[in-house]
C-alpha cells in the first residue's frame, strides 16, 4: 500500500499483489480498506479487482469489498461501482459477477436499500442487465412503494450534443419495463411506468424547443 501510494501505477495489472494475495490473503481486507480512503486515485485498482474475480475465493472477497466500497457508502456508488464491475470480454467473469449481483437480490429481495444499491450497480455499469434485474426484483418484491424507490436510470449523466436521444432511451425502456410485467400484480406498477414515460415526453418537448431556440441564436 505503501508501494502504490507513491506510484500510482505501481504493479498496474495486479499481478505482484496477486501473488502476494496468495501467500496472505488477509492483504485483501487491507487493501480494500485503503482503497475505499483512496477512491478517487486512478490507474491501479481497476487492474487489481479484476484479478480478484479468478481467485478461488472470489465470492468472499466481493462480499466484503462491496459491504466496504458500496454498502457503506451513503452516497455516489459511481466509482466502486466502476472498480468491482467493470464491464470485461471474460465470460468467464462477466458470468460470475452477474451470479454474484443476482444472488445479492435474492438474499435481500426484501430489504429495498440493499436492492436499490444492487441496481444501482447495473444502472450505472451494466445497462444492459437492468431490464433483467429489475424484471427480477419485481418477481420477488412486488410493493409498489418498494419499486418506486428503485433508480431506473443513471443518479448522474453526462452527454455531448442533444439531449433528445437519452431522452428517447429512456422511453423506450419504461415501455420495455412495462411491456415486461404480465399479470394483475403489476397495474399500480405498469401506471406509473406509463406515468413516467408521458413526464419525460413533455421533457422531450421542452427541450426540443430549448435546443431549437439555441441553435436558431447561433444561426
Given at each position: 500500500?505503501n508501494?502504490i501510494?507513491?506510484d500510482?501505477?505501481?504493479?498496474y ?8 494475495f496468495?501467500?496472505?490473503?488477509t492483504i ?7 482503497v475505499?480512503?483512496n477512491?478517487h ?5 481497476q ?9 478461488e475465493k472470489w465470492?468472499?472477497c466481493?462480499d466484503?469489498?462491496?459491504?466496504v466500497?458500496?454498502d457503506?457508502?451513503?452516497f455516489?456508488i459511481?466509482e466502486p461501482?466502476k472498480?468491482l ?8 467473469v462477466?458470468e460470475?459477477?452477474k ?8 438474499e435481500?429481495?426484501?430489504?429495498v ?7 444501482d450497480?447495473?444502472?450505472t455499469?451494466?445497462?444492459?442487465w437492468k431490464?433483467?434485474?429489475i ?7 412486488k410493493?409498489?412503494?418498494?419499486f418506486?424507490?428503485?433508480h431506473?436510470?443513471p ?6 450534443g442533444?439531449e433528445v436521444?437519452l431522452i428517447?432511451?429512456?422511453i423506450?425502456?419504461?415501455k420495455?419495463?412495462?411491456d415486461?410485467?404480465?399479470g394483475?400484480d ?6 406509473y411506468?406509463e406515468?413516467?414515460?408521458r ?7 421542452e427541450v ?5 431556440l439555441?441553435n436558431?441564436d447561433?444561426?
Open positions: 500500500m508501494a501510494e507513491n500510482n501505477y505501481m504493479d495489472c495486479g499481478k505482484l499483489f496477486i501473488k502476494i496468495e501467500q496472505r490473503p485483501w481486507k487491507e487493501y480494500v480498506d485503503w475505499k480512503d477512491i486515485r486512478d490507474g491501479y485498482e487492474k487489481i479487482f479484476e484479478r480478484i474475480w479468478y481467485v465470492h468472499e466481493i466484503y469489498a462491496f459491504k466500497l458500496v457503506d457508502m451513503e455516489w459511481g461501482a472498480l464491475f467493470m464491464k470485461t470480454q471474460d465470460n468467464i462477466l460470475r459477477k451470479q454474484w449481483l443476482f444472488d445479492k437480490l435474492h435481500n429481495r426484501l430489504d436499500g440493499k436492492c436499490r444499491k444492487l441496481i450497480v447495473v444502472v455499469v451494466l445497462p444492459e431490464l433483467e434485474f424484471t427480477e426484483f419485481l418477481k420477488d418484491n410493493k409498489m412503494e418498494d418506486e424507490k428503485l431506473l436510470f443518479v448522474f449523466c453526462s452527454w455531448s442533444s436521444p428517447l432511451e429512456k423506450e425502456f419504461l420495455s419495463l412495462k415486461n410485467l404480465k394483475i403489476y397495474i399500480e406498477h405498469k401506471k411506468l406515468e413516467r414515460c413526464s419525460f415526453e413533455k421533457y422531450k418537448e426540443e424547443l430549448r435546443e431549437y439555441e436558431a447561433y444561426a
